[in-house]
Every structure is written in structure tokens, then in C-alpha cells.
């Protein structure tokens, strides 16, 4: 079983549109230059990424977790003219590298890397968000979400990534990110304010609604 989806997603890969050169590019610096490259989103995650956005058309997004800027450029694609993206990055060098793979493209001016605690920066904001990405630390999950949702316009969307933690969220016994990862699935599925999708694509995605 295992080895037909494997085979399935190298058919998906190659018959889905490829990436284009500056994503190819930040995916080739990524491997080069950092320790743990398979945290990019690559790209068929990428390109759902892309698609969910253009089909959003946001005004503004807000991103938690920038690494090196693949995933912000593919979010940004579908931004409407005039559309802003705020992208936040813990780690310096992360978001400085981040910074110099954007710089030039068409998309510099779009996107703004902030680098600095994601809870103390979400509470500085004075913006409203038409889509939110959550890709950061798997334990602040639900502090995270609770934080942008009131900043969230109706219809927003809010992806979080990671959230079948490589299967672990099946397990009886559960180590403290996956609990938190597996709390975060339950809490989005009880709350009124919000319609949701888990996607068990890689490593899942959890696609929220806010209504």
C-alpha cells in the first residue's frame, strides 16, 4: 500500500504544473543552506497553497512560520493588486535568509518578514486577515489560532500544517507536540465559529472556515 502512494504522488508531481524558477530556487537554497530542508512546503503543497489563494483573492494574509519564503510566495500569488502579506519568523537567520531569496522577485513589496516572537507580534498587529497559515511551533498550535481568529473577516481561511504529525495523532500514548497538535484538531471541530476540512495530504492540513 505504502509503495503505491508513493508511486502516486510522483504521478501527482509530474502531472501537476511545475514550479516556477524562483520557487525552484528557494527550494535549492533551502537544502544548501539550512539543517532541516523537508520543512518546506515543497511542491504539490505548494501548489494547493496557490490554488486555496487564488480562489480566496485575499486582501491581506498572515503567515506564522516563514522558514525560508517558499511557502509566503506561494500564498502571495493570490493576492489582489494592492494585496499585503505579513509573514513572521522566529529564527534571524531564517527569516534573513527569507528575506534575500524575495528581495528582486515580484513579490518584495507584497511581502513583509517580521522576525520576533509570533504571540507578542500577533497582539501588535492592527489588521484584519482574509487567509492565515500556520506553520510554526506545533505546541502554541491552539494559542495561535485563538490569537487570529477575532483578527480574521468573515469568510477567512486559516490552514495549519502538520496537523497528522506523521501519524502520531493516532497513537494512544502521545508525546507533548503531538497532544497539543491532537488538541488543536479537536478544539477546531467543537468551535461554532468556524467550519473545517482536515486534508490528509502529506503531513495534513487542517482547512478552517471562519464563519
Not at 504522488?9 to 533551502?30: F, M, Q, W
Not at 482536515?198 to 464563519?211: A, E, S, T, W, Y
Request: hydrophobic fraction near 40%; glycine fraction near 6%.
Amino acid at each position: 500500500m505504502q509503495d503505491i502512494l508513493e508511486r502516486l504522488y510522483i504521478y501527482a508531481e509530474n502531472h501537476s504544473k511545475p514550479s516556477d524558477d524562483l520557487l525552484l530556487r528557494i527550494e535549492r537554497e533551502t537544502h544548501l543552506k539550512t539543517l532541516s530542508p523537508r520543512m518546506l512546503s515543497g511542491h504539490l503543497q505548494g501548489h494547493l497553497l496557490t490554488l486555496l489563494s487564488i480562489l480566496k483573492q485575499p486582501k491581506t494574509i498572515l503567515e506564522i512560520g516563514t522558514f525560508t519564503g517558499y511557502s509566503a510566495i506561494c500564498l502571495a500569488k493570490g493576492l489582489v493588486e494592492n494585496g499585503k502579506m505579513i509573514s513572521i519568523e522566529y529564527d534571524s537567520e531564517n527569516a534573513d535568509l527569507a528575506r534575500s531569496l524575495i528581495k528582486g522577485s515580484e513579490y518584495e513589496q507584497k511581502i513583509e518578514i517580521i522576525t520576533g516572537d509570533a504571540r507578542q507580534i500577533i497582539q501588535e498587529l492592527n489588521h484584519s486577515f482574509d487567509m492565515v497559515f500556520i506553520d510554526a511551533d506545533k505546541e502554541s498550535y491552539s494559542q495561535y489560532y485563538e490569537m487570529v481568529l477575532p483578527k480574521c473577516n468573515s469568510g477567512a481561511l486559516i490552514i495549519a500544517d502538520n496537523v497528522l504529525w506523521s501519524g502520531k495523532v493516532l497513537d494512544i500514548v502521545m508525546d507533548k507536540k503531538t497532544k497539543s497538535l491532537s488538541d488543536f484538531n479537536d478544539k477546531v471541530k467543537r468551535d461554532i465559529r468556524v467550519d473545517n476540512f482536515i486534508i490528509p495530504f502529506r503531513d495534513g492540513l487542517n482547512v478552517i472556515i471562519k464563519r
